[in-house]
């Protein structure tokens, strides 16, 4: 299964809003259709926003206030405007060749996480490896496979899993959600955790490694992720365990110096105050929700691309 598609002149999609509860694929015809996608977390993941973005410039049919709204959809994943500007790059050539060029990184992206599984795989050392990871890294956040549960899948495919221990990741249960249902369907042996738990198992021994993904990489290898990643970072650093983000190349922004200069996005206070539709604090509770943090450069063990091992 695919996570996103063109199919019949129409973007397809896995609305991850509603899982685990039941897997319906929109279609969409229309860049307001997509904008809205985005924006509610019906397909997310920032290789999967590098061809939402690609494919999107397709329907937007060189309007380019479409295309500016499309590019701005969400501000923290470098990998939308990346794929818009590839596609958008073809605009003079006529719409066959911005589909072409769509499809391509459509194309790049399920090759890319293929070598990030493999590459990560191979960098990892020692057999029955307990991984710990946080939000929602596998083919529903790429096109097929993966960034960091590619990784994880490539580990438990060679015999060499012993098992994931996955949080939750409030606000919005990615990981609850989405990583558990995906390792379901994977087969491979894990546990849900809460996300306060993390650094405490870390400090315990029972992780042999922790792995994420990245919504933008800056310059100096500062990475933003989905929040609660940088206290992984900091409790793998405590325990001694190897800490690797695993990303495109195209997550690395080199027009983002540091870390500093990575516009984080809040949310709003609904998702933290509500829990799935239903409140879990009196009403007029106000909220704070950054939806990612910024882990520095060297609490980072590697960062794994499609190209690539980099050591911040």
């Given at each position: 299964?695919?996570?996103?598609?063109?199919?019949?002149?129409?973007?397809?999609?896995v609305?991850?809003?509603?899982?685990p509860?039941?897997c319906v694929?929109?279609?969409?015809?229309?860049?307001?259709?997509?904008?809205?996608?985005?924006?509610?977390?019906?397909?997310?993941?920032?290789?999967?926003?590098?061809?939402?973005?690609?494919?999107?410039?397709?329907?937007?049919?060189?309007?380019?206030?479409?295309?500016?709204?499309?590019?701005?959809?969400r501000?923290?994943?470098?990998?939308?405007?990346?794929?818009?500007?590839?596609?958008?790059?073809?605009l003079?050539?006529?719409?066959?060749?911005?589909?072409?060029?769509?499809?391509?990184?459509?194309?790049?992206?399920?090759?890319?996480?293929?070598?990030?599984?493999?590459?990560g795989?191979?960098?990892?050392?020692?057999?029955?490896?307990?991984?710990?990871?946080?939000?929602?890294?596998?083919?529903?956040?790429?096109?097929?496979?993966?960034?960091?549960?590619?990784?994880?899948?490539?580990?438990?495919?060679?015999?060499?899993?012993?098992?994931?221990?996955?949080?939750?990741?409030r606000?919005?249960?990615?990981?609850?959600?989405?990583?558990?249902?995906?390792?379901?369907?994977?087969?491979?042996?894990?546990?849900?955790?809460?996300?306060?738990?993390?650094?405490?198992?870390?400090?315990?021994?029972?992780?042999?490694?922790?792995?994420?993904?990245?919504?933008?990489?800056?310059?100096?290898?500062?990475?933003?992720n989905?929040?609660?990643?940088?206290?992984?970072?900091?409790?793998?650093?405590?325990?001694?365990?190897?800490f690797?983000?695993?990303?495109?190349?195209?997550?690395?922004?080199?027009?983002?110096?540091?870390?500093?200069?990575?516009?984080?996005?809040?949310?709003?206070?609904?998702?933290?105050?509500t829990?799935?539709?239903?409140?879990?604090?009196?009403?007029?509770?106000?909220?704070?929700?950054?939806?990612?943090?910024?882990?520095?450069?060297?609490?980072?063990?590697?960062?794994?691309?499609?190209?690539?091992?980099?050591?911040?």
């Open positions: 299964m695919r996570t996103i598609d063109w199919v019949d002149g129409a973007v397809e999609l609305d991850q809003t509603l899982l509860d039941k694929m929109l279609r969409i015809r229309t860049v307001d259709e997509l904008v809205d996608a985005i924006r509610r977390l019906a397909v997310r993941g920032a290789p999967a926003l590098g061809v939402a973005g690609a494919l999107g410039v397709v329907l937007a049919d060189g309007d380019p206030a479409q295309i500016a709204r499309l590019r701005a959809a501000p923290t994943a470098v990998n939308l405007g990346w794929g818009v500007d590839r596609a958008a790059a073809h003079r050539e006529g719409r066959e060749s911005v589909l072409a060029a769509a499809l391509r990184v459509r194309d790049d992206d399920i090759a890319a996480c293929v070598a990030m599984g493999e590459r795989a191979d960098l990892l050392e020692g057999d029955r490896l307990r991984i710990m990871t946080v939000c929602n890294t596998g083919g529903l956040a790429a096109v097929e496979r993966g960034t960091a549960l590619g990784v994880v899948q490539t580990l438990h495919e060679r015999g060499r899993l012993a098992e994931v221990l996955t949080l939750e990741t606000p919005l249960l990615q990981g609850a959600r989405l990583t558990t249902w995906e390792l379901a369907r994977m087969g491979a042996p894990h546990r849900l955790i809460a996300d306060s738990a993390g650094p405490y198992l870390l400090a315990k021994g029972e992780v042999d490694a922790v792995l994420i993904g990245a919504d933008r990489i800056a310059a100096n290898g500062d990475t933003a989905k929040i609660g990643s940088y206290a992984l970072a900091l409790g793998a650093e405590r325990a001694g365990v190897p690797v983000v695993v990303a495109p190349e195209s997550t690395i922004d080199p027009n983002t110096p540091t870390g500093e200069h990575i516009v984080i996005e809040d949310r709003g206070a609904e998702e933290v105050v829990v799935r539709g239903v409140r879990v604090a009196p009403e007029g509770t106000q909220a704070l929700n950054p939806a990612f943090d910024v882990t520095p450069h060297d609490l980072i063990t590697a960062i794994v691309t499609d190209k690539r091992v980099i050591r911040p």
